[in-house]
């Protein structure tokens, strides 16, 4: 069959590249194209646009940057006419992936989503439009069935793929000697983010902190998608050292960790590394976002938990006095940092055992069979 696959920000890559391995290994015809990125065409589809392209964050961001989402529309509508797939499989990024789906309706071509935008978190109407438009929709949380089920619309519960991503992970023993790291002080992880947007916004406050506990090495996780002149020029302007899409091994290495909210947050709470999580964009995307969203928390850590497991510092309660003090709160020897670490234990419990991406892949084919 003909599957083409749609991912707009590096996690989506991520999760795309485990499905499409799964995808292979179950249907031996499988031809597969993509809008994504280096995660998914390694994995073995042909990848025709990379997500970095399409990537914009925040409301005024995206109106600014509308003329380069439409012509990308386009050109993402001619793809898929001239493949002419069996299904289109929408990996979250809702804005871009709805208005796929609702041309992919115009045009008879089935439509799965993988991995559901967070309508849950604001303008829950759109679970409506997803009813209309999708044929069958994958959800990694188990709250999203839940919600979605007040829409009338039943959803598979896949379990979440990050707990793939983590239990596959082996640590590299030459972590330290591969990107020539000091060993003499304990390490706090920083977690920028992987847009420019937000990576320039964010890393700005967290450098703030390297004054202020002299006894630690800081290490940031850098992304290979964004200019490594941009990293290099960081680390001989502060005592901070830089490893490249070594996420895991970093945060393995950790005794905490400062995380910008995304998919980056439950993976360091699967990895069972305590954590501050931080957030900036803005003022105007700010100001409209605090009007939409419908949820107490930003994070994943604390939304399926239901309650506060990390600390939130959001725009302008983010700053170094704050994170300073939040981030010695959850040192080794603390009572923040048992309750947080008791925290995790239950979200894993909720999430359930590995095995998303081979669950999504079975149940798609089944579906596509039948």
């Known amino acids: 069959m003909k599957y083409f696959l749609i991912a707009g920000e590096r996690s989506g890559d991520l999760h795309g590249s485990n499905l499409i391995k799964e995808l ?6 499988a031809e597969l194209q993509c809008w994504g990125g280096e995660m998914m065409e390694e994995a073995g589809a042909r990848l025709l646009k990379h997500y970095k392209e399409i990537s914009f964050m925040g409301f005024v961001e995206v109106l600014a940057n509308a003329s380069k989402i439409k012509q990308a529309l386009k050109t993402c509508k001619e793809n898929i006419l001239a493949f002419q797939p069996d299904v289109i499989i929408l990996i979250d990024f809702g804005g871009f992936n709805l208005r796929i789906a609702k041309f992919a309706k115009e045009n008879g071509i089935k439509v799965f989503y993988y991995i559901s935008p967070k309508v849950w978190a604001w303008n829950q109407s759109r679970a409506k439009k997803i009813k209309a438009l999708v044929d069958r929709m994958f959800v990694i949380f188990p709250f999203e069935v839940d919600f979605y089920r007040k829409y009338n619309y039943e959803v598979d519960y896949v379990g979440n793929p990050l707990n793939d991503a983590v239990a596959a992970f082996k640590k590299n023993p030459n972590f330290f000697a591969d990107n020539e790291l000091p060993t003499d002080k304990p390490f706090i992880a920083l977690l920028p983010g992987s847009r420019m947007q937000e990576v320039k916004a964010i890393l700005t406050v967290m450098l703030k902190l390297i004054p202020s506990l002299p006894n630690y090495q800081f ?6 998608n964004l200019p490594r002149q941009y990293y290099e020029d960081i680390k001989k302007e502060y005592w901070v050292e830089v490893v490249y899409d070594q996420a895991y091994d970093l945060l393995s290495h ?9 998919t980056a947050t439950l993976e360091t709470a699967l990895l069972e590394v305590p954590q501050v999580v931080v ?3 803005s003022g105007l995307s700010y100001t409209i976002a605090k009007l939409l ?5 930003i994070s994943l850590v604390n939304l399926i938990a239901g309650k506060e497991v990390v600390k939130e510092l959001i725009q302008k309660e983010f700053n170094d006095l704050a994170l300073s003090k939040e981030l010695r709160n959850i040192m080794p020897r603390t009572r923040d940092r048992e309750e947080q670490l008791k925290g995790y234990k239950e979200i894993k419990q909720a999430l359930g ?9 079975t149940l798609m084919i089944n579906y596509l069979k039948s």
């Open 24 to 29: 292979r290994a179950k249907d031996k015809q």
């Open 219 to 224: 290490v940031i996780a850098a992304v290979s």
């Open 254 to 262: 950790s005794t905490a960790a400062v995380v910008t909210s995304g």
């Open 279 to 281: 957030y900036k964009t």
């Open 293 to 297: 969203i419908k949820v107490k928390f």
């Open 353 to 361: 055992k590995p095995g998303a991406s081979e669950k999504a892949a």
